[in-house]
């Protein structure tokens, strides 16, 4: 069993919306800066390294990368280091903006008709 739990994009957003997360990009740092979710911090070594040393562990974390595979690796080193609240995002980034894709086409189809 995973120490971290898997989110789909849709719980995500509502856990953003509800529980206000620090959220974790770890792609690299070109595709952070071409687009990332609201309010996400591109995770590099340094910041990593501080959030696992001075992070409040009782807080939510919401990690996500390109597909879903190495934010679960990362989701896990935190919950190795004591963090009770930590999300991957299932599908990464990928999966965010599919769902935010067909949201805006389900609201515009919506309004069409």
């Not at 856990?15 to 979710?37: F, M």
């Not at 999966?95 to 008709?113: F, G």
């Amino acid at each position: 069993m995973k120490p971290f739990k898997t989110v789909s994009a849709a719980e995500a957003e509502q856990l953003i919306t509800d529980q206000k997360p620090v959220i974790l990009d770890c792609r690299d740092l070109k595709d952070y800066r071409a687009g990332h979710i609201d309010n996400a911090m591109h995770v590099h070594e340094q910041l990593r390294d501080s959030l696992l040393k001075k992070a409040n562990k009782d807080g939510n974390l919401l990690i996500y990368c390109y597909y879903g595979h190495a934010s679960e690796h990362l989701a896990e080193m935190f919950c190795d280091f004591g963090f009770k609240h930590v999300y991957s995002l299932a599908g990464g980034f990928a999966s965010w903006q599919d769902y935010h894709n067909s949201a805006d086409n389900l609201k515009i189809s919506i309004e069409q008709a």
